[in-house]
């Protein structure tokens, strides 16, 4: 496999319910990212790792909890979401995050429906 | 904060028309980029523009980054149906000491065969 793989490619959720999204990439890249895309919205940064650790959580509410055991993956647990939280969440990675915001590499998404 | 106008939002074309839309900022950006998403898919890298003033060609795809390095154009010529899809611009700039990246709010190109 190459490239950036997410899983799964579409999730239905209860508001009660505990999920994991999971993404992987094999491009041997250093940063990775979480976005959430909305209709006619722009593309919507959430989280940033760097050679697994955290730079950067943009404001995102605690029912969104990323992971990243190592620079090959990163997780997206969520809990208690609500219905306004379905959206298209793009997993994405680069070279490095060093003060350089290297091209990215997108996943082709989960589509998550919260209802 | 940093905010790009991309306009237009959605374009309907015919087959072999040529295709221009473009990005706008008042703030300065050290380089740009542009992605296109195809349905069901995430967005994929097609130019990005290091310069002021740099003109770059991807095949039918032409984009400039603005001299005032406010803004970025992208050209497609001769359209043909797999050009279907959202095309972003994203610019990179220094806010508050950090380097980020922003989205353009996509445009939705349709083409008629």
């Known amino acids: 496999e190459t490239g950036v793989t997410q899983t799964p490619r579409h999730l239905v959720m209860g508001m009660t319910n505990k999920k994991s999204l999971k993404c992987e990439q094999h491009?041997?890249?250093?940063?990775m990212y979480w976005y959430k895309q909305s209709a006619k919205k722009p593309l919507e940064l959430m989280f940033v790792y760097n050679f697994k650790e955290q730079t950067e959580n943009n404001s995102v509410p605690s029912r969104f909890s990323p992971e990243c055991p190592n620079s090959s993956h990163l997780f997206l647990h969520l809990h208690t979401l609500q219905p306004e939280d379905s959206a298209l969440y793009l997993c994405a990675s680069s070279q490095d995050f060093s003060g350089w915001v290297s091209p990215l590499h997108f996943g082709n998404g989960t589509r998550l429906t919260v209802t | 904060g940093q905010q790009l106008n991309q306009s237009p939002q959605s374009m309907f074309i015919q087959e072999g028309e040529d295709v221009s839309m473009n990005c706008t900022s008042s703030s300065i950006f050290n380089t740009w980029l542009w992605y296109k998403q195809d349905p069901g898919e995430g967005p994929v890298l097609l130019i990005a523009?290091?310069?002021?003033?740099e003109l770059t060609s991807n095949g039918r795809l032409t984009a400039q980054f603005g001299i005032t390095r406010k803004d970025s154009f992208l050209n497609i010529s001769a359209s043909i149906p797999s050009d279907v899809g959202i095309y972003f611009c994203a610019g990179q700039a220094t806010i508050q000491g950090a380097q980020k990246l922003v989205f353009g709010q996509g445009t939705r190109l349709t083409i008629n065969p």
């Open positions: 523009l290091y310069k002021a003033g």
């Open positions: 491009l041997g890249h250093n940063a």
